[in-house]
């Protein structure tokens, strides 16, 4: 692969895309996301970044093929997707499934682990 854009710099536009759904701008984070993928494809956290476009439109079916089917599949163990999953489950009212999730995560270290462990105790 050609590396006209470094990796700091993909992991800068992925960050931008991520306050750019913050912000309500899901159309110009999901072009960052899918630009970043043309570019690479096997980019983990521009295809993250594209399941939680999905997401904050309560797009959690995309969402979750995003996660399973586009990262999961190849690295299963991919804290920050599963993490990301487990988010999904809760806000798609499959507690159970979200809950297996972060009682997985939770004993890890991390920002996958520090998330895992926010959603268990907002769910009590």
């Known amino acids: 692969m050609d590396e006209w854009i470094s990796e ?17 701008r899901v159309a110009r984070a999901r072009a960052i996301f899918e630009g970043l993928l043309a570019f690479d494809p096997a980019f983990r956290p521009a295809r993250i970044g594209l399941a939680f476009s999905h997401l904050v ?8 093929d995003l996660l399973k089917n586009g990262v999961l599949a190849g690295h299963p163990d991919d804290d920050e997707a ?38 268990l105790e907002a769910g009590r």
């Not at 700091?8 to 309500?24: P, S």
């Not at 439109?57 to 979750?64: K, S, T, Y």
């Not at 990301?84 to 995560?105: F, K, N």
């Open 82 to 119: 599963r993490a990301m999953l487990a988010l999904v489950y809760q806000l798609a009212g499959r507690p159970e499934e979200a809950r297996a999730l972060q009682l997985e995560l939770a004993g890890r270290t991390g920002p996958a682990a520090e998330l895992a462990r926010a959603l």
């Open 8 to 24: 700091t710099q993909r992991q800068h536009l992925v960050e931008v895309g991520l306050a750019a759904c913050h912000r309500g």
């Open 57 to 64: 439109v309560d797009g959690f079916d995309r969402a979750e």
